[in-house]
């Protein structure tokens, strides 16, 4: 990874109505920083991930087919999207950490903010589907095979906590691996509830009931999904991560040694899990001379601080004050 790069451009005069001069430090960390610790773990929860549901996905529509049940139809085909979402974001994680090279010259972090968007829509379309699916079944019911439903179910149940518990705690900062945890730990609760169906249709022989917990189910989908494709549109869009606080960052940045003012504050994702800051600030040289403290010292210490508000990769620009 190559090193964070500085530039101080200090002492540029330049030509202003009202003659002032403005000195100029540029700080960039170029660092190709990826917030998450552990890419290896990453890949590796991706990959069990994956296998682990497509075994599921098979097991479960052959079963709901089979024996009757669109609730256990519903939640696989909830799997099914959670192995087509599980490959994006495998593959957008991947791709988000190759360096930066020609055209594409911030990287292809962008990539997870896409998949992230990709799998949110798969999530509601699957949604969408089993509401529907469900209504023309309680319209009209269908015999169900409660026993062989149940067991499908249970094993959705524990194969989906285990591939979220995969991902550890990384996904809490990484939007894309926070989608896929998502699909994950939603599938999880839709199998209990597909459990407790057959288990009470088993008992009553309510066939409806099975259509009815269809609908509740593609409504907990919809629901999940639209939490996601709301930050996944709003990171498409440059929208500070939600993790980062605004006025915290801007009162930070004002209250270094010799700062006056914050302006032109700019925050933004580079990824799921980078983000970047651009802001002009306004300093006072004596007061910044009677903290014995260099420019380059005090880009330094902004750089580390807002490292510590999840912030590693940042443009400052700093210009003298026009009062004397």
Do not use: C
């Not at 024996?67 to 999207?81: E, K, P, Q, R, V």
């Not at 989906?160 to 995969?166: E, G």
């Not at 580079?270 to 300093?283: E, F």
């Amino acid at each position: 990874m190559p090193p964070p790069q500085r530039h101080d451009d200090a002492h540029h005069a330049h030509g202003h109505a009202h003659d002032h001069a403005h000195d100029h430090g540029h700080e960039h960390g170029h660092g190709h920083q990826h917030d998450s610790d552990s890419p290896g773990r990453a890949a590796a929860a991706f990959r069990w991930s994956i296998a682990l549901n497509s075994g599921l996905t098979a097991l479960q529509l052959a079963i709901g087919f089979g024996f009757g049940s669109l609730a256990l139809i519903g939640d696989a085909l909830h799997n099914l999207g959670d192995v087509v979402g599980l490959v994006l974001g495998w593959g957008a994680d991947q791709l988000s950490r190759r360096p930066a090279g020609g055209r594409f010259t911030f990287g292809y972090g962008r990539s997870t903010q896409i998949a992230s968007l990709v799998n949110g829509l798969l999530i509601f379309s699957a949604g969408v589907v089993v509401v529907v699916e469900a209504i023309q079944r309680l319209l009209h019911p269908v015999p169900l095979i409660a026993g062989p439903v149940a067991w499908a179910a249970a094993a959705g149940i524990a194969i989906n906590l285990l591939s979220a518990r995969l991902f550890g705690h990384d996904h809490h900062h990484d939007l894309n691996q926070r989608a896929a945890v998502l699909h994950l730990l939603t599938d999880a609760a839709v199998s209990v509830a597909v459990l407790v169906s057959a288990i009470v249709v088993g008992a009553t022989g309510w066939l409806w009931l099975d259509a009815l917990t269809a609908i509740g189910v593609g409504a907990a989908v919809i629901g999940s999904a639209l939490g996601l494709l709301r930050e996944a549109i709003a990171l498409n869009l440059d929208a500070a991560p939600r993790h980062v606080d605004l006025a915290q960052v801007e009162v930070m940045l004002a209250s270094l040694p010799g700062v006056e003012s914050v302006e032109d504050l700019h925050v933004w994702g580079l990824s799921t899990s980078r983000t970047a800051l651009m802001a002009h600030v306004v300093i006072d040289p004596a007061r910044l001379a009677g903290e014995d403290l260099s420019r380059d010292q005090l880009l330094a210490r902004a750089r580390a601080r807002l490292a510590e508000l999840g912030i590693r990769k940042s443009t400052l620009q700093l210009e003298e004050s026009h009062r004397h």
